[in-house]
């Protein structure tokens, strides 16, 4: 009996075997007629091949065409089932890149028309790479209708790759050229409190603007979009702009009107950006309500508005205003088409305070959230960035942070809208930082301007002093919305004194360095063109 199931058990594992091995062999007996039948179709004369070489026959320069059919090649999923691919590491550790390897081809589809590219490398008998060239095989018959839309389909992946591939920037412009930084704000839609419906309303906006380059050309129109942010201070206009560019990975410039030296300079500025961008100038209202000694014209102001400057296109214009309805604001300044998209940011109401304690302090109900409501009911109002910062410096203890909110909301209330807002309450355990007048009015912030400035300086030195790491995202952000303000003021010591803290900041990561840095460049602008 033992013996007959040894028997038994030997035959099933021969058996396995010869199946395994039948099945593979069917395979390979598919992959040889596959490719006979391809030698065949080709000596038929049924393809029709195209060679992009990596270099021009003539200048010997590189052939940008053979770039990009490298990018779009890298992105296809049938890369895959190329017989060799090679695997390279990519930008980050954990990235695997895929190449097709010399003399592989690899199979794409479109418009239902199959095609191969194959990466063919020539060598010399020492061999030495000679030639390199991508040759896309296409069926005649599929020719005359897919091959020009795939030509164009290549472009728009290749620099569609290109575009998230590359690092953010944010430009800023100095003597009428732009300089740049790279741009790595952490600011993202999720953490931005505003109505949902508004921020949904939003994000379709950007979306159907993204796919809608075809309409708008044909129509006639530039491919851009004008959104005008307007609300007080703190309540998140320059956080929307971080959390934009991050959301279409688009690069930012910043114009600082009152920094243009005439209209030719400003049209030289915008022909030097990018498509892809976002274009922003923050407090036009200001800028508009201060013109007696403005250097562009209404209508040089309006042309740049409308885009006509630079046709360039996938252009997205912000605009930021305090308010809106200030004096001296052109309607035809903020008319439809002009501005397509008007985004109220609002002081905060329970509704976003209760949003910013869960982003802040993890808190989703508390017990003194009751008292709070009461305070916002009876009038109280503050923006989001006073809010976050005492919720950032007590973050600690969600009770204090409550408490201190709620002093704050009261001492607003009492002072009726002027609020007087200490970083950290009498309970804190760190240093004071100095204390902060925010003013919703934007004329008020001439005589606040050497307060802020000490804000700053009273930041750095905080954080100098008391334990090492990163600056906070969002204090960094505020930084950097007042620098580009200019409400720092002229105090020459006090700038010379917060460089020489940035200095010594050695253990702060190079993002938040590259941010402070971006913070005192605007300061000094700000200082040379005030003395
Ligand atoms: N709506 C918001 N949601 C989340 N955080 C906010 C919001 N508004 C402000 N903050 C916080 O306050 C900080 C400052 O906000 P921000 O610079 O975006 O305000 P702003 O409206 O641009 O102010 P200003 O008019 O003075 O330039 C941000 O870094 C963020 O941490
Ligand atoms: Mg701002």
Redesign the pocket.
Known sequence: MFVVNLLLILFSIICSIFLVRWFLHRIALIYAVRKCVEWAADRFHVHQHFKVPELNDSTQQQNLFYRRVSLYLSSLPSLEDSDFTNLFTGKKPNDIVLSVDENQAIQDVFLGARVSWLNQVDRDRGNQIVRRSFVLRIKKKDKRRILKPYLQHIHAVSDDIEQRGAELKIHNHCDGRWKSVPFNHPANYD????DPDLKAKIRHDLETFLKSKQYYHKLGRVWKRSYLLY?P????????IAATANLLNYDVYYVNLSQVADEADLNSLLLQTTSKSLIVV?DLDRYVSERSNARITSSGLLNFMDGLMNSQDERIFIF?M?NKDGIGIDPALLRPGRIDMHIH?PMCDFVSFKN?ANNYLGVKDHKLFPQVEEIFQSGARM???EI?ELMLVNRSSPSRALKSVISALQSNSKSGGKVATRLSDSSASSPAPPSVTEEGGGAAWKETMPKEFRKLYGLLRLKSSKRPGSLDA?EV??CI?YAR?GRFGRDREALCEAERLLNDMGHYNSNCKADMLNVLVAIKVKVKSDS
């Open positions: 953490a931005l409190v505003l609300g201070s703190g309540t998140g206009k320059s956080s929307f923050e930021t305090n940011f910013l923006s989001a960035a976050s969002d952000s505020l919305g303000k």
